[in-house]
């Protein structure tokens, strides 16, 4: 079953701006993390982010955690053009000792030149 | 380099026939997985193993099977009593540990007519 919940579906935005997706789930987790998806590739690992952390920063990018309201969002400072692409959160839910990560549908972010 | 292949990356089928999808890792990753990605959805399991000879069903395993003879490879085997066989599959791959990131292939597009 589906866990994650990406917002919006989809963002247009001109480059420069900052581009906001939301990640909402629905039980408790060990991490939370942002995966990349250009179109008709595969996904690619952005960022993890653990359940006793708030904030996390890598290069661009910058994501929250809030378990409180089991929420995430991922922030993606001055885009590119080359940002446009389907990012997706995955959490690891209550898979035990396995890693079965249980993605969202995703938000489609398209950079306007 | 290091990474994970399948193959091929487009595939055509006549209804009722089996078809197998090929993914190959060498990144000594112990377990694998196996998505379905559906237009405008997100990521669906449908096997995964984290050791040789050694696997479980995830969300979707109807009509699908797999084998994991060897560390580097996890075949998917897409079986006539899928009903709606047409999609986008990922393998990937990852160590064993809960919420580990995943490292993807660039997926098989299979057509079943």
């Known amino acids: 079953s589906q866990q994650g919940e990406e917002d919006p579906q989809a963002l247009s935005i001109q480059e420069g701006e900052n581009a906001t997706m939301n990640c909402s789930y629905k039980?408790?987790?060990?991490?939370l993390q942002w995966y990349r998806q250009n179109s008709g590739r595969g996904l690619v690992h952005l960022i993890l982010i653990r359940s006793n952390e708030r904030e996390k920063h890598s290069g661009r990018l910058r994501v929250t955690l809030d378990t409180s309201k089991k929420s995430s969002s991922l922030l993606i400072t001055a885009s590119r053009a080359a940002d446009t692409a389907s990012y997706f959160c995955?959490?690891?839910?209550?898979?035990?000792?396995?890693?079965?990560?249980?993605f969202g549908t995703g938000t489609l972010l398209a950079v306007q030149p | 380099d290091g990474g994970i292949t399948q193959s091929p990356k487009y595939l055509f089928r006549k209804e009722g026939q089996n078809v197998t999808l090929s993914c190959e890792q060498n990144l000594n990753h112990d377990a694998m997985y196996w998505y379905r990605q559906d237009p405008g959805q997100g990521l669906r399991l449908i096997y995964y193993s984290q050791i040789v000879n050694d696997f479980q069903k995830g969300d979707i395993a109807e009509g699908y099977s797999v084998s994991r003879e060897k560390k580097e490879s996890f075949p998917l085997t897409v079986t006539s009593a899928q009903k709606n066989p047409t999609a986008f599959y990922l393998c990937a791959s990852g160590l064993t540990g809960r919420g580990s990131p995943l490292h993807f292939g660039n997926g098989t597009r299979l057509t079943v007519t």
């Open positions: 039980t408790s987790i060990n991490n």
């Open positions: 995955a959490t690891d839910g209550n898979g035990g000792a396995t890693n079965k990560l249980i």
